[in-house]
């Protein structure tokens, strides 16, 4: 499978330090985390969920070191529901949305601990599938667009902007999200 991120993102993130990797991953998580937590709030015995989900994406944002218990926090992400095998597969818009934001996490986690460039396009590739998806789905959108551009800008190693940008286009693709559920 061919990856949706850009040639350039991707060989500069092959070439970068862990430091730009572990803010580029941070970044792709947090514009993705209300997708998770807004889908998934209220829901009957997720509440240890949200908050180990708010908790881990907060912790990506110190770039400056590796998640020394990454792979315990990958271990215990692998346990959510989102990315359990269905055999019916994932078909509602809410589901959909949150298990790609839980796998952005997954990967954003694995990248954040090791520093893997690889981890880290498929942390920004399973962003833009997600974006792709819902540009398909509303008319005129241009979340795959502004997603990449944002990927771009993360790749600076400068985090002053980044995470305000990244927290306003999480909202903004959460907000698209809840208007394509079914009304009650």
Excluded: K
Aim: glycine fraction near 10%; aromatic fraction near 8%.
């Amino acid at each position: 499978m061919e990856s949706l991120v850009e040639g350039g993102v991707a060989e500069a993130l092959h070439d970068a330090g862990a430091e730009v990797i572990r803010l580029y991953v941070a970044a792709c998580a947090e514009r993705m985390a209300p997708l998770f937590v807004g889908l998934r709030a209220g829901a009957p015995g997720r509440e240890a969920d949200l908050d180990f989900y708010a908790a881990s994406v907060r912790d990506l944002w110190y770039a400056d070191r590796p998640l020394v218990d990454a792979v315990e926090r990958i271990r215990l992400l692998e346990r959510f529901p989102e990315l359990q095998p269905h055999e019916d597969g994932i078909t509602g818009v809410a589901d959909t949305y949150a298990f790609f934001a839980v796998l952005c996490l997954r990967y954003a986690l694995s990248a954040h601990g090791s520093g893997s460039a690889a981890d880290a396009v498929s942390c920004g590739h399973t962003a833009l599938t997600a974006m792709g998806m819902l540009d398909q789905n509303i008319a005129g959108a241009g979340f795959l667009a502004e997603e990449q551009r944002l990927q771009s800008v993360s790749l600076s190693g400068d985090a002053s902007g980044l995470w305000d940008a990244s927290v306003a286009s999480g909202r903004e693709r959460f907000r698209a999200v809840l208007g394509r559920l079914p009304r009650p």
